[in-house]
């Protein structure tokens, strides 16, 4: 039996003093198809890991004439029913109450036909106000459907506001949509350059759902056509096991049709799990990695891009085949083992007491966060003082996450060019390269500290170590 009650203790102190919480706005064209309310369930198990602003129904090209906020308010009433025992688990989950006050709906009018005089609705009121708060934390705004209540939400505030007052208002949001599911996005681009935008661009019927990243999440037979990812990890099979068959929360998540939660790495990168970093998506995490450039015009899109965004971005990862592959899909299922474990750990915590369920371990680093090395240094490497709240045994994995960095190497045509040496130690160590450097020749090395514990089941929290390297 764990001796639950000093470790409960310690774990609230640790949740307590976790990172700043971002905000975020959710905007869903939920019942579409099945994946909105799948990812809503997940996103609610993770409710204590942001300030939830808004909670929108939309319409998307898939649903194009109907909202449906009464879903949103059903998962939520499911939550309701587990979300004191989530908080035996970790602090900070918000009420129900406090959730549906902020459920609300876009008018059921298509893309850019919702967009423009008497075009307003409840959802981008609310997201407009929201925006307005006396806050200094920006504004996530997570696109599942369409993006036409943030673009009424622009237009209005660049119709009724002066030019810095509407330079203030685009410099707080931040926005990550699934592709472009109207005609909206590539307008909002295009209309406010300045604004931070992460998105796989394209149209569905193009064919963009095929390239986009976010299909990675489980997207290997359907959307996304790729090999290397462990799909029995998002098979209906699994989530039966681990995820519907737990108590009210659990009856919400519905049997995908296309593939499991393709929605769900829009807000994967704002959990507070030590590896992502939301202001850096070209650091990578859960959510995927995207790179600041100008996408060439492919056939999907519905338009040329006309200013650099956060878009598609590829990782070498080798997959369980043994084989190396190299995709922006592979920017998400790389971490998928992690993020169903942690997933079926936490709809555990809504139906166990906490002395019946697994928590995530705490990594720490015996040094600073951020190094600075000279080539050929050797640079040594400390996760002494990581804990885990249940008192399980740890493993450890130290890597070179290389695309994340900006030194660049010519060494081989794997993803891992530097080894890490005692790679599944507490302490390790890693020589900078000296050789065979592409200009400059100097630049960030991001070195990636997983802890996995050997609890039920096994839950893996990141630390990331930053080396500037100077020639």
Same mark, same amino acid.
């Given at each position: 039996?764990?001796?639950?009650?000093?470790?409960?203790?310690?774990?609230?102190?640790?949740?307590?003093?976790?990172?700043?919480?971002?905000?975020?706005?959710?905007?869903?064209?939920?019942?579409?198809?099945?994946?909105?309310?799948?990812?809503?369930?997940?996103?609610?198990?993770?409710?204590?890991?942001?300030?939830?602003?808004?909670?929108?129904?939309?319409?998307?090209?898939?649903?194009?004439?109907?909202?449906?906020?009464?879903?949103?308010?059903?998962?939520?009433?499911?939550?309701?029913?587990?979300?004191?025992?989530?908080?035996?688990?970790?602090?900070?989950?918000?009420?129900?109450?406090?959730?549906?006050?902020?459920?609300?709906?876009?008018?059921?009018?298509?893309?850019?036909?919702?967009?423009?005089?008497?075009?307003?609705?409840?959802?981008?009121?609310?997201?407009?106000?929201?925006?307005?708060?006396?806050?200094?934390?920006?504004?996530?705004?997570?696109?599942?459907?369409?993006?036409?209540?943030?673009?009424?939400?622009?237009?209005?505030?660049?119709?009724?506001?002066?030019?810095?007052?509407?330079?203030?208002?685009?410099?707080?949001?931040?926005?990550?949509?699934? &592709?472009?599911?109207?005609?909206?996005?590539?307008?909002?681009?295009?209309?406010?350059?300045?604004?931070?935008?992460?998105? &796989?661009?394209?149209?569905?019927?193009?064919?963009?759902?095929?390239?986009?990243?976010?299909?990675?999440?489980?997207?290997?037979?359907?959307?996304?056509?790729?090999?290397?990812?462990?799909?029995?990890?998002?098979?209906?099979?699994?989530?039966?096991?681990?995820?519907?068959?737990?108590?009210?929360?659990?009856?919400?998540?519905?049997?995908?049709?296309?593939?499991?939660?393709?929605?769900?790495?829009?807000?994967?990168?704002?959990?507070?799990?030590?590896?992502?970093?939301?202001?850096?998506?070209?650091?990578?995490?859960?959510?995927?990695?995207?790179?600041?450039?100008?996408?060439?015009?492919?056939?999907?899109?519905?338009?040329?891009?006309?200013?650099?965004?956060?878009?598609?971005?590829?990782?070498?990862?080798?997959?369980?085949?043994?084989?190396?592959?190299?995709?922006?899909?592979?920017?998400?299922?790389?971490?998928?083992?992690?993020?169903?474990?942690?997933?079926?750990?936490?709809?555990?915590?809504?139906?166990?007491?906490?002395?019946?369920?697994?928590?995530?371990?705490?990594?720490?680093?015996?040094?600073?966060?951020?190094?600075?090395?000279?080539?050929?240094?050797?640079?040594?490497?400390?996760?002494?003082?990581?804990?885990?709240?249940?008192?399980?045994?740890?493993?450890?994995?130290?890597?070179?996450?290389?695309?994340?960095?900006?030194?660049?190497?010519?060494?081989?045509?794997?993803?891992?060019?530097?080894? /890490?040496?005692?790679?599944?130690?507490?302490?390790?160590?890693?020589?900078?390269?000296?050789?065979?450097?592409?200009?400059?020749?100097?630049?960030?090395?991001?070195?990636?500290?997983? /802890?996995?514990?050997?609890?039920?089941?096994?839950?893996?929290?990141?630390?990331?170590?930053?080396?500037?390297?100077?020639?």
């Amino acid at each position: 039996m764990k001796n639950t009650l000093p470790l409960i203790l310690i774990f609230a102190c640790l949740t307590a003093s976790a990172a700043e919480r971002p905000r975020i706005f959710v905007l869903t064209d939920i019942e579409n198809e099945p994946d909105d309310a799948m990812s809503m369930v997940r996103f609610l198990t993770y409710a204590n890991h942001y300030d939830v602003e808004g909670l929108a129904a939309t319409t998307s090209l898939h649903q194009q004439r109907r909202v449906a906020p009464q879903r949103i308010r059903r998962i939520v009433h499911a939550y309701g029913q587990v979300r004191d025992n989530l908080e035996k688990h970790e602090q900070g989950y918000p009420t129900e109450e406090f959730l549906l006050q902020r459920v609300t709906e876009g008018i059921p009018v298509y893309g850019m036909n919702g967009v423009g005089e008497g075009k307003d609705s409840p959802a981008s009121d609310s997201l407009i106000a929201a925006v307005d708060k006396d806050d200094p934390r920006p504004m996530w705004v997570t696109v599942w459907g369409g993006p036409s209540v943030l673009a009424q939400s622009l237009w209005k505030v660049r119709k009724t506001r002066t030019a810095e007052e509407l330079a203030k208002f685009v410099a707080k949001l931040r926005v990550y949509t699934i &592709s472009d599911q109207d005609d909206s996005g590539p307008w909002i681009r295009e209309q406010f350059p300045d604004l931070f935008y992460v998105a &796989s661009p394209g149209f569905h019927p193009g064919g963009a759902y095929h390239h986009a990243t976010w299909s990675g999440i489980s997207g290997d037979y359907f959307h996304g056509r790729f090999s290397g990812a462990d799909f029995s990890l998002v098979t209906n099979e699994w989530l039966d096991k681990n995820i519907r068959q737990k108590g009210p929360l659990g009856k919400e998540y519905p049997h995908w049709e296309f593939l499991m939660e393709g929605d769900t790495p829009s807000f994967f990168n704002l959990i507070n799990n030590g590896l992502s970093d939301p202001e850096h998506p070209d650091w990578g995490g859960w959510g995927g990695r995207y790179e600041l450039y100008t996408p060439r015009k492919q056939k999907w899109h519905l338009q040329k891009e006309t200013r650099p965004f956060w878009a598609c971005a590829d990782d070498e990862v080798l997959g369980i085949d043994n084989r190396w592959h190299t995709d922006n899909h592979a920017t998400i299922w790389r971490w998928r083992e992690a993020f169903q474990n942690d997933f079926a750990a936490r709809m555990d915590w809504t139906i166990k007491p906490y002395e019946e369920a697994n928590h995530p371990p705490v990594p720490k680093l015996d040094h600073a966060d951020r190094l600075t090395a000279k080539l050929g240094d050797e640079v040594q490497l400390s996760a002494a003082g990581s804990t885990d709240p249940d008192g399980d045994a740890l493993s450890y994995h130290w890597f070179y996450y290389c695309e994340a960095g900006t030194l660049l190497t010519s060494t081989g045509t794997t993803g891992q060019p530097v080894a /890490v040496k005692n790679f599944d130690q507490e302490k390790a160590s890693f020589v900078v390269p000296a050789s065979r450097l592409m200009p400059p020749g100097d630049g960030t090395m991001h070195i990636i500290l997983a /802890v996995t514990d050997h609890g039920t089941p096994r839950l893996t929290r990141y630390r990331r170590v930053i080396v500037d390297v100077k020639k």
